[in-house]
């Protein structure tokens, strides 16, 4: 894990200003156990209530090679073996 302190500040989807507090870069893995995909994602670390853990963005997205269908709560994703896994909410 690597961190960065780079202060600024993010527009939130409401339109108010987010203090960014830093950047940390870390390997996140996604999916279980033989269906998952491990990569490192920068991310951005703000301090504000959020229903959300995590937002991903386009770079994460297109380095995990996903397909996300928001209206059908999952992504999908290839794995090194030609196969395809799903990540699902509820």
Known sequence: MIWSLMMGVLV???GDPVQVRGYL???????EE???KTITIRNMVVNT???????LGRPA???LGT???SVHLKMKYPTK???VRV???D
């Open 67 to 69: 397909i996300v269908s």
């Open 34 to 36: 033989r269906n998952a």
């Open 81 to 83: 073996e030609g196969g």
């Open 25 to 31: 870069e870390a390997r996140m893995k996604f999916g």
């Open 49 to 55: 209530p959020s229903s959300y853990n995590i937002l």
């Open 87 to 89: 990540i699902k909410v």
């Open 12 to 14: 939130g989807f409401s």
């Open 61 to 63: 997205i297109n380095k």
